[in-house]
């Protein structure tokens, strides 16, 4: 399968490179803002980067999903070394942080609530919904040419609740929710799976940085290391997307699939 992962790096992203690259019946590529993004927030990212990219199946493209040249130069390459033939795409690329630079690196906003400057918003909000949308109207229209095509969008549980301090991220995650439900029901007919899947916390590098930001109860969550109500490994959402876009998993679409722990029950 040709699969093509965004925002892949670091964090989550690249570690679902590290599982799917495993078959060598899978050709992966993945796309990052910049190469600096890689150690954003640790070396650690860097090295796993670099030894995956040694696989003979793993190939790496730079670009901003939220720039319309470097999405055409990204597309056009994608197509290039697909040959037209795009079966999966994982729309990994976002985060809760704003700024705008080309390491994709940042705090929280310290306003981050329903008074959040408009500036931190938007950066936020297209950081989370744009940059799905963006590749994926260049990804649509091959994928309904070729009757075939497995989508998986990524939100978060933080869509599901009413949480004040992510404002921006909440709506922008939860707009991702309704996009996958819009796009499941139009590409049927195409023979194209459109999946959602809404991690709980997870492991990565920039949520260990965020953390720092956190308050104390939910600095709290990650010392719990069985059952429930835990933090989860990358390994833990990686496996759930291997699910998604697996032969066993054809019989989903328009499906979100909260992967936390329970983190989102009764809250
Ligand atoms: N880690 C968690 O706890 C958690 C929980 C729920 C959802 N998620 C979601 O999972 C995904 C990965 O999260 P992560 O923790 O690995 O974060 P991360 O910040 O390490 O990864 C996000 C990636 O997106 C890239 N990116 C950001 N803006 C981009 C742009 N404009 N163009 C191209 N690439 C861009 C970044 O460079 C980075 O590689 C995100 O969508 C995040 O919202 C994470």
Redesign the pocket.
């Known amino acids: 399968m040709n699969i093509l992962i965004?925002?892949?790096?670091?964090?989550?992203?690249l570690n679902h490179t590290k599982i799917l690259s495993k078959s060598n019946k899978n050709k992966i590529i993945i796309?990052?803002?910049?190469e600096q993004?890689?150690d954003?927030?640790s070396s650690k990212d860097r090295l796993n980067l670099k030894h995956i990219l040694s696989k003979k199946n793993v190939s790496i493209i730079y670009?901003?999903?939220?720039k319309k040249g470097d999405v055409n130069n990204l597309f056009d390459k994608i197509k290039t070394i697909f040959k037209n033939k795009i079966d999966c795409i994982i729309c990994?690329?976002?985060?809760?942080?704003p700024g705008n630079n080309n390491?994709?690196f940042g705090n929280k906003p310290k306003q981050n609530d329903y008074m959040i400057s408009t500036e931190e918003f938007d950066q936020i909000f297209?950081?989370?919904f744009n940059?799905s949308m963006n590749i994926l109207k260049k990804i649509i229209p091959i994928m309904k040419k070729n009757k075939y095509g497995k989508i998986v969008t990524?939100?978060?549980?933080?869509a599901l609740s009413d949480l004040s301090n992510e404002f921006a991220?909440s709506i922008s995650?939860k707009s991702i929710i309704h996009y996958t439900k819009i796009l499941a029901r139009d590409l049927k007919k195409y023979n194209i799976q459109v999946n959602c899947i809404?991690?709980?916390?997870?492991?990565?590098?920039?949520?260990i940085h965020t953390l720092k930001q956190r308050k104390k109860d939910e600095k709290n969550i990650i010392k719990k290391k069985k059952g429930f109500d835990r933090v989860?490994k990358p390994d833990d959402i990686s496996n759930i997307v291997k699910f998604v876009i697996s032969k066993e998993a054809e019989i989903f679409t328009g499906q979100i699939l909260v992967a936390d722990y329970g983190f989102s029950i009764g809250r």
């Open positions: 965004t925002g892949a790096s670091r964090g989550l992203g796309t990052d803002i910049s993004a890689s954003a927030f670009g901003d999903l939220n990994n690329a976002g985060g809760d942080i390491n994709a297209k950081r989370n940059t990524i939100s978060s549980i933080n991220y995650k809404c991690p709980g916390p997870t492991l990565t590098t920039r949520f989860a």
